[in-house]
Nanobody
Framework: QAHLVEYGGGSVQAGGSLNLACVAS??????MGWFRQAPGQEREFVSA????????YYADSVQGRFTLSKDNSKNSMILQMNNLKPDDTGVYYC???????????????????WGQGTQVTVAS
């Protein structure tokens, strides 16, 4: 049974930084991604990374502030979040997909496995 566990998160003042990590077990992802969901909002894409070549994608809202990296040996990824804004507040979810094929990385339903989520709160 595939299992994704998120680490990190917490509360920070605007302009601060946080790191999120996700480790996948019992599965070898082809691609992993981060999504977030604010109260009353739909789950939205944040960032994703292909494990085969490291190609990385970011939502426009986080481009230049967030950096996603991977560790193939540990089936894990780390999201470095800098210059955080109150709009970054939400539950952050780790996602993974095993099968190759299309590159629909920003669509939640494209992913096979999900973590339980970790809260990020940015105070103004």
């Amino acid at each position: 049974q595939a299992h994704l566990v998120e680490y990190g998160g917490g509360s920070v003042q605007a302009g601060g930084s946080l790191n999120l990590a996700c480790v996948a077990s019992s599965v070898s992802p082809s691609i992993m991604g981060w999504f977030r969901q604010a109260p009353g909002q739909e789950r939205e894409f944040v960032s994703a990374i292909w494990f085969v070549d490291g190609e990385t994608y970011y939502a426009d809202s986080v481009q230049g502030r967030f950096t996603l990296s991977k560790d193939n040996s540990k089936n894990s990824m780390i999201l470095q979040m800098n210059n955080l804004k109150p709009d970054d507040t939400g539950v952050y979810y780790c996602a993974a997909r095993v099968a190759l094929g299309s590159n629909d990385y920003s669509r939640p339903n494209w992913y096979h496995h999900w973590g339980q989520g970790t809260q990020v709160t940015v105070a103004s």
